[in-house]
């Protein structure tokens, strides 16, 4: 019976992915030809913009999933570690601003910790939406987006990862703002991501790279230092930490997982695994390389994407020293999904067979396989 279970909850998550098409797509859009290259497949919602009733809808389906997906009585782990602090009512400011005004502000409504989860999750989903709102997609960039985001693990993030999870919507909002040239919205939201968590300070740098990418300088002067950062990244990173640690001691007990007391990164047994995970950005990238006459008409922002995609490529790699680099690319899974997507929509039949066995089918299979991992191992996400 409790694996029976365990298979329902996992076909709610499918659930939610036909729902962000449904909901971002088709619910209450008057019908309109959607054509992909040159030719017209079908015919689906002619919307501008998500409606707010949809959002709602998909914040909702969002927000029962983090009440189901699992248990908080695993010690030490994500979910079990935010109830314990709702709970108490002590959460500590210094882990995340955001988080800790959020859990004051609903533990005037009641202490149980599903509340919590249920708003956070409901919170992100709809910050999410409202961003892809903001960069204004074609109808059919946006439903290979939101197909994106369901199939990755972007679902899971909201349901236990709640302080990177909302740094990540907040972001992809910042980001919107920053590519359509609003920077006021864009630096506004960019503090409520860093006050949710501190891997949003990377936006600063990252913006200045935007408001230059047309020039090849930039770009180039990018990829130099990138490489110098990748050749000198665990000497240089045990060196900040050490000195922020020294600045601000009640960091260390976040960094503790990731370092030991001498600053050194903690061993990581899964490399191999960590490397595979980003083959559809990688492959991504070497196509935008291969193609780059071509591609840099597809969108007026072309260059600042595919500075973000460098980066989340960076980052992924890096995990092979460190796990926790992968924050720094998840912050932009957002704007890179877009902009697969918008390749995507560009690409001729034969490469977008391609461009789903090698950017689509990874994201499903391991999204997939966390989901029975953790089901079946742990009764739940944890």
Request: charged share 10%; hydrophobic share 55%; with cysteine.
């Amino acid at each position: 019976m409790t694996y029976i279970v365990y298979l329902l909850k996992i076909s709610y998550h499918i659930l939610i992915i036909f729902a962000l098409l449904f909901f971002g797509c088709y619910f209450h859009f008057k019908s309109t030809k959607i054509v992909i290259g040159n030719s017209t497949v079908g015919s689906i919602g002619g919307r501008k913009n998500i409606a707010i009733i949809s959002i709602i809808f998909l914040g909702l389906f969002e927000a029962f999933y983090s009440f189901i997906c699992g248990p908080l009585n695993e010690f030490l782990q994500d979910r079990s570690y935010y109830a314990f602090f709702y709970e108490k009512n002590a959460f500590n400011p210094v882990n995340s601003m955001g988080v800790y005004y959020l859990m004051k502000l609903l533990n005037h409504i009641s202490n149980n910790p599903y509340l919590f989860f249920c708003v956070a999750a409901f919170i992100y989903v709809v910050v999410i939406m409202i961003a892809i709102n903001i960069f204004e997609l074609p109808l059919n960039v946006r439903f290979m987006t939101l197909l994106c985001i369901g199939l990755s693990q972007c679902l899971l993030y909201g349901c236990y990862q709640i302080k990177q999870a909302l740094a990540t919507a907040f972001a992809a909002v910042s980001i919107a703002f920053m590519l359509k040239n609003r920077k006021i919205p864009a630096v506004i939201t960019l503090v409520l991501a860093i006050l949710f968590h501190e891997v949003a300070w990377i936006l600063v740098p990252i913006y200045v790279l935007i408001i230059f990418s047309d020039r090849r300088i930039v770009r180039y002067s990018m990829y130099v230092v990138l490489f110098i950062f990748i050749v000198g990244f665990e000497v240089a990173t045990r060196q900040a930490i050490q000195i922020i640690t020294s600045i601000i001691p009640s960091l260390q007990t976040q960094l503790s997982i990731y370092v030991d007391a001498t600053g050194a990164f903690e061993n990581n047994n899964t490399i191999a695994l960590s490397i595979i995970k980003g083959i559809p950005f990688y492959w991504l990238l070497y196509y935008c390389i291969k193609n780059k006459v071509k591609n840099n008409k597809i969108n007026d922002n072309y260059y600042a994407y595919y500075i973000l995609l460098v980066i989340v490529v960076v980052t992924t790699l890096l995990t092979a020293i460190t796990p926790w680099a992968w924050r720094f690319a998840e912050l932009l899974y957002i704007p890179v999904f877009i902009f697969a997507s918008e390749i995507y929509c560009d690409l001729s039949n034969k490469k977008k067979k391609e461009f789903v066995i090698i950017f689509l089918v990874p994201l499903a299979f391991f999204t997939f396989r966390k989901l029975f991992m953790c089901y079946f191992l742990y009764g739940g996400l944890i």
